[in-house]
Every structure is written in structure tokens, then in C-alpha cells.
């Protein structure tokens, strides 16, 4: 008898829970399929039923993260002080309040040199679409005056994961301390036209 929809999302939604849990503590070298399967609670043929393998698991995982971190892209109607403050703000956010996330950037880092072709589908479905997402809205916003505005969609997201980077990711909150709100005003001084800075 075949599984109904939700069964089956249920057992995905297991499997990838304990995919992320292994892939965290052990690495993607460090995880198996058979280890997958013992913390999602599954059999490895069920594993192996959703997944064909440890990449597609791991792609699987980078899907699902972009999927739930690009809902927050605000639509283009949003006039840009809201829009790129609320940008900014939801991805500052992810450092302090979701801290598997960051885990996960970290680990994709680190295997990036062994796993080039995983950093490339984290950057292909999450990073691109992000940046395609903010491109779109600049260029639907003339009132800013944009010459490039592909390039300051990256310079604003780049500052922004610089910060998550540094104060984060490699612990220099106490060596290059800034208020993440003076960061953020200064995205917005950069970009909007001084008029609407006051």
C-alpha cells in the first residue's frame, strides 16, 4: 500500500532532520547514510527511498534552507526604506536567532575545498536568488537613481554577511565590535537618496 502525502512528508521531514543533525556534527565526509537513517528514526532503504544519496541529501537540505530563508525577500510595492531595512534586519537575524543556519554556512565553508560542487549549489540556490530578488527591486525603484543596480545589491548583501562573518562566524565581536543597527543605517545612507535618510 502506498504512503499518503503527509506520511511521506513526515518521513522526508525525518530524514532531513536527521541529516542536518549528523551533517552538523560529523561533517559531510563524517556523515553516512547509516547514521542519517539512525537519527531520523528511519530504515536506510527509506532513506534511500527519498534520497539516492549523501549529495542529494545535502542538496536537499541547501533546497529547503533557500526555500524558507528567500520567503523573506519583501515584495517590490514595499518603498525602500522598509523594504532594505527589513532585508537587512532578517538577515542580521539568522546569526543571532538561528544558529544551525550559521553551523551549516560554516560547514559548507569548510568542505568546500573537498566539496567545491556543494558551496556551488548553496551559492546557485540561495546566494543567486537572493541577489537576483534585490536586483529586481532596485531596478523597480528609479526614485534611487541606481547606476548599477546589480552591483549594489551584492555590496548591500556583501556588508551584510561580512558582518555575520566577522562577528559570527569567526568570533570578532570583541575585536571589531559594531552595533548592527549603525550597520544597517549606514547600508541605508549609502543607497537611498538623502532625503529619505532623515
Known amino acids: 500500500m502506498e504512503p499518503d502525502a503527509a506520511t511521506a512528508g513526515d518521513k522526508s521531514e525525518q530524514i532531513l532532520q536527521g541529516a542536518m543533525q549528523e551533517f552538523l ?8 547514510m547509516d547514521k542519517v537513517a539512525k537519527t531520523g528514526g528511519v530504515s536506510k532503504a527509506t532513506v534511500y527511498s527519498y534520497f539516492q ?5 545535502f542538496v536537499a537540505l541547501i533546497q529547503r534552507l533557500a526555500a524558507e530563508k528567500l520567503v523573506y525577500f519583501p515584495v517590490p510595492e514595499t518603498e525602500p526604506a522598509i ?30 575545498g573537498r566539496f ?21 527591486y532596485l531596478v523597480s525603484r528609479p526614485e534611487l537613481k541606481l547606476s548599477d543596480p546589480e552591483a ?6 556583501g556588508s551584510l554577511i561580512h ?24 547600508l541605508m545612507h549609502l543607497i537611498l537618496p538623502s532625503e529619505s535618510n532623515s
Open 25 to 32: 556534527t560529523h561533517g559531510y565526509a563524517g556523515t553516512s
Open 53 to 57: 544519496d549523501k549529495e542529494g541529501l
Open 83 to 112: 523594504a532594505l531595512r527589513f532585508i537587512a534586519t532578517t538577515l542580521l537575524d539568522q546569526a543571532t536567532q538561528e544558529p544551525h543556519f550559521l553551523t551549516f554556512v560554516r560547514l559548507l565553508i569548510a568542505e568546500s
Open 116 to 136: 567545491p560542487q556543494l558551496a556551488q549549489i548553496f551559492v546557485k540556490n540561495l546566494v543567486k536568488p537572493g541577489i537576483e530578488r534585490l536586483t529586481q
Open 152 to 157: 549594489t545589491a551584492r555590496i548591500f548583501i
Open 163 to 186: 558582518f555575520q562573518l566577522t562577528q559570527e562566524l569567526m568570533h570578532g565581536k570583541e575585536i571589531i565590535p559594531m552595533e548592527r543597527d549603525r550597520l544597517i543605517e549606514g
